[in-house]
């Protein structure tokens, strides 16, 4: 027997949480497989639309004013305008309290750890107070067991950057910790649990010893900004408590991998997921899959049958009417290369690229990378083409950034398209199965 | 295969590439590759319980591929919080680059009790008698009421506690009165398990006939033998209510105990044994299954990590999880769909915790499936935290409080739920989930059991 189900998702990221959630929402009896825990863990937990054109324009002030003039193929100009909003409205409905930005279609700034500043459309509300639009001074403190986040650094690049207000940094001791390289985790579940620490004026808890400790260093900001590691579970709980304690506005600055709001974010998606009756698996890779009869002839596309699931060696055929496949682009693994290709590795879907690997890059670090656009080309059904541009198969669609044609790091397009894509591949599996 | 392996650069033009040895022949496990294939995305510390709440332990990145690193270094001996690691192995499905944490782990953590622990110690003791527990359960077992009677004094504890570090906070699991191996070989073993699993081919008949037989080899691990045997026997009736026909070969403890405590070589003498006598049950045309998934993810997992015997990974191969088996193989949600339970499990709201090793077998969803097919069965989830005791590590008294601080969040999520009964398929997370909430633990099988078999009328039959 295989395990049955209506539609299947492989990749647990943003793009597969999202059509997961979009077919489930229709009523479908949605798996999603995951191989590993989602590259959301690495996600700043913004939700960016467009921050930049492709040819470098910005930041933009409006995303969608945008979207009309990317060139074919991108993923955005493959779903339409009308999808990416629907999509962030499904976002929106899903993140509830836990998201600001819905209010406009204007991208807000949020100054990051190294004291850029990143055009997004929906932002955490513990990011909120930090907006760097506010004209309110800031004070931002970093800890000295926590190299990732250099406070007085990140203040003179935002002023730099011409922020309208004046920004400073201090670094303190996190009270509690004493090794050089706790885990964010550790910092979280302090703050999360109050735990009682030890400090020169002797035992007390880790927020009253944390505003104590800024209380001194505060010479009139109305607002604080800490790194992203105020508490996990009960992040805003702890949030408000410092604010209250201290008398100002605190917020988080999105730090890199591991980052915990892209770990309350992955939370969010996946308690809507076990709500909504998605069945999840995870730990294990789909390796492979069999195809059935083409439902168009004998000159059609491929039906897929059935995917096989590697459980430590054990191979178990799960079985859906339709699939999604969202693994990921070059860092999820969705994409890999070896010396003489670009490839898919689950069903060896068409990714184009030059023949000589010399092609796929230039020399100009950041200039404007081949191998940040691949990935693969899809139809305007998000069908996966193949080099003659017809359907690999009938009944698989892509999502996220397994797609190719778009340079999401450099655009800040990433979690948009991962969402815009999700969805409408989630709604069209859905779809079609009901026909 | 990681890019360490690979040639970085091409010969102009020579189609005939032969890439050149540069690293002398390996004469121990080469880990290399999955050191290089790190690239220090911090995801497993994120993930790692101990981590999180005990600031003396460094997490899983140290411990694996920056501590190998360390180590090609002469003059580094492997760093001693490699003891704190409790074995969940939660960091291995954390890796998006698949570095093979939990097997440098236990690596390392044989190095390190092997050449820099004490054999006098007090820790090396206790800890050889708990990784041993597959030794000493015979003596408990002979004479059960006594040895529960002794185990439950307080003074027991109290000793337990200042000669060898057990904690004395816990309860020590009890021996039944009788074994699953008394019971098994009492019932006619092997030869009346052919005769119930044909009566019951041949009952299913209709559009359900099979001629050919079915066949597995059940690895019980210790606990199911030793401690809860209805478990065990839950098992039997399920898979006989399938028509399979049960073996139950020769077998010593899984090894997960001894890997956690790196006593390696306990390990190997344990896992020869089970390799030889599974391989031979595949010979038999046997597929094996385990009701524990401790058990499960050793001989899946472990064992090629760690060891070469011959039939290592063809047993490793086909070994499954005892549900997961059936639903591969039989239709088993839509024989449990219109059933009910009576019996002592009627009514019983069930708190569901996903073990660890389940969780790293993409097993963690399976439970809360499969019960939702059964009518009046009402299962939560718990949550994804770990139970906090993994196995031996709870035990011991200088991680006690250590493990319940990971387990308060199961603790209180199992509070939270509508349920009666606490429900995993993991032996100590079963203690450290009564040890928490007061709550019973029963495992899935004897859920399964009471829809499909029915309790009462099994014992009858007996």
């Known amino acids: 027997m295989a395990i049955e189900d209506d539609v299947l998702v492989i990749g647990g990221g943003l793009a597969g949480a999202t059509a997961a959630l979009a077919a489930a929402d229709r009523g479908r009896q949605v798996r999603l497989v995951s191989y590993k825990q989602s590259t959301l863990r690495h996600a700043s937990g913004l939700i960016d639309v467009l921050g930049y054109a492709p040819a470098g324009d910005g930041p933009l002030v409006d995303p969608f004013d945008a979207l009309a003039d990317l060139p074919e193929g991108h993923p955005y100009e493959r779903v339409g305008s009308e999808a990416v909003r629907d999509a962030l409205a499904f976002f929106d409905d899903i993140a509830g309290e836990a998201y600001a930005g819905s209010h406009t279609d204007a991208n807000a700034l949020v100054p990051t750890h190294g004291g850029t500043v990143k055009p997004t459309a929906r932002y955490p509300v513990s990011t909120a107070a930090g907006l760097a639009s506010d004209d309110r001074d800031a004070l931002l403190v970093g800890f000295d067991t926590l190299p990732d986040f250099e406070a007085p650094l990140a203040a003179s690049h935002l002023e730099a950057a011409g922020v309208p207000f004046e920004a400073r940094g201090v670094t303190v001791r996190f009270p509690g910790i004493t090794r050089d390289d706790a885990k964010i985790t550790r910092y979280a579940h302090l703050l999360d649990h109050d735990e009682s620490v030890e400090t020169a004026a002797g035992e007390t808890t880790a927020r009253d010893a944390l505003t104590e400790t800024i209380r001194s260093h505060l010479e009139g900001e109305s607002r604080v900004g800490f790194p992203a590691i105020l508490g996990d579970e009960r992040a805003d709980a702890v949030r408000a408590d410092l604010a209250d304690r201290l008398g100002v506005d605190v917020f988080e600055v999105p730090m890199g991998p591991p980052s915990l709001p892209g770990m309350r974010l992955e939370d969010r998606l996946y308690d809507a997921l076990e709500e909504r009756g998605v069945r999840v698996t995870t730990g294990v890779p789909v390796v492979d899959y069999e195809t059935g009869a083409g439902e168009t002839g004998p000159n059609g596309p491929e039906r897929i049958d059935h995917v096989v699931v590697d459980r430590n060696g054990s191979e178990i055929p799960h079985r859906a009417d339709q699939y999604v496949l969202a693994t990921g682009g070059l860092v999820g693994k969705g994409v890999r290369s070896e010396r003489e290709r670009v490839f898919e590795p689950i069903f060896d879907c068409h990714v184009p690229h030059a023949a000589d690997r010399y092609d796929w890059f230039v020399d100009d670090v950041f200039g404007d990378q081949p191998y940040a656009r691949f990935g693969l080309p899809v139809d305007r059904d998000l069908r996966p083409l193949d080099a003659a541009d017809e359907p690999e198969f009938s009944n698989l669609r892509a999502a996220g950034a397994v797609l190719g044609g778009y340079d999401f790091a450099a655009e800040k397009s990433g979690a948009g398209v991962s969402l815009a894509t999700g969805y409408v591949a989630g709604r069209r599996a859905a779809s079609e199965g009901e026909r | ?462």
């Open chain 2, 1 to 462: 295969m990681s890019d360490a392996e690979r040639p970085t650069d091409d010969p102009a033009g020579d189609d005939e590439f032969e890439p050149i040895q540069v690293f002398p022949e390996a004469e121990e496990m080469d880990l290399r590759p999955g050191a290089d294939d790190c690239y220090k995305c911090s995801t497993c510390d994120t993930n790692c319980p101990v981590a999180e709440v005990d600031d003396e332990f460094p997490g899983p990145k140290f411990q694996g591929p920056e501590q190998w690193r360390l180590k090609r270094q002469d003059d580094h001996d492997v760093d001693d919080s490699v003891m704190k690691c409790s074995n969940c192995m939660r960091c291995d499905s954390a890796c998006p680059s698949d570095v093979p944490l939990s097997q440098m782990h236990n690596t390392a953590r044989g190095e390190y009790v092997e050449e820099q622990m004490d054999k006098f110690s007090r820790e090396y003791v206790r800890n050889r008698i708990l990784a041993n527990y597959r030794r000493l359960a015979p003596l408990g077992s002979m004479f059960p009421r006594t040895a529960n009677f002794v185990m439950g004094l307080s003074a027991t504890q109290w000793l337990g506690e200042k000669l060898l570090g057990i904690s004395g906070e816990r309860e020590l699991p009890e021996f039944a009165t009788e074994t699953f191996r008394e019971w098994w070989t009492k019932r006619g073993g092997n030869a009346t398990s052919k005769k119930r699993a044909q009566k019951a081919r041949a009952k299913r008949g209709g559009t359900q006939v099979q001629s050919d037989e079915k066949r597995i080899a059940y690895f019980h691990g210790c606990y199911a033998n030793y401690n809860t045997p209805e478990v065990a026997k839950a098992l039997v009736r399920v898979y006989e209510h399938f028509g399979y026909e049960i073996m139950v070969p020769d077998q010593h403890c899984s090894g997960t105990p001894m890997f956690a405590n790196g006593m390696l070589e306990d390990a190997r003498r344990s896992a020869e044994t089970n390799v030889r006598e599974l391989a031979a049950a595949l010979e038999d045309g046997a597929d094996i299954v385990a009701s524990c998934s401790s058990c499960s993810m050793s001989i899946r997992q472990e064992y090629p990590e760690l060891f070469d015997f011959e039939g290592t990974k063809n047993v490793a191969g086909n070994t499954w999880d005892a549900v997961e088996y059936l639903r591969v193989h039989e239709d088993l949600e839509g024989e449990l769909e219109g059933t009910s339970i009576d019996g002592a499990l009627a009514d019983s709201n069930f708190a569901y915790h996903a073990p660890c090793h389940a969780r790293n077998q993409g097993l963690d969803g399976q439970t809360m499936e499969v019960l939702a097919a059964i009518d009046g069965v009402d299962a939560h989830d718990v949550g994804d935290s770990c139970s906090g005791i993994s196995g031996t590590y709870g035990w011991k008294a200088e991680h006690y409080e250590t493990s319940m601080k990971i387990g308060s969040e199961m603790f209180d999520h199992m509070e939270d739920a509508d349920a009666k009964t606490g429900l995993t398929e993991c032996p100590t997370c079963s203690m450290q989930m009564e040890h928490g909430t007061g709550y019973e633990i029963t495992h899935t099988l004897e859920v399964l059991e009471a829809a499909l078999v029915g309790t009462a009328r099994e014992a009858g039959a007996q």
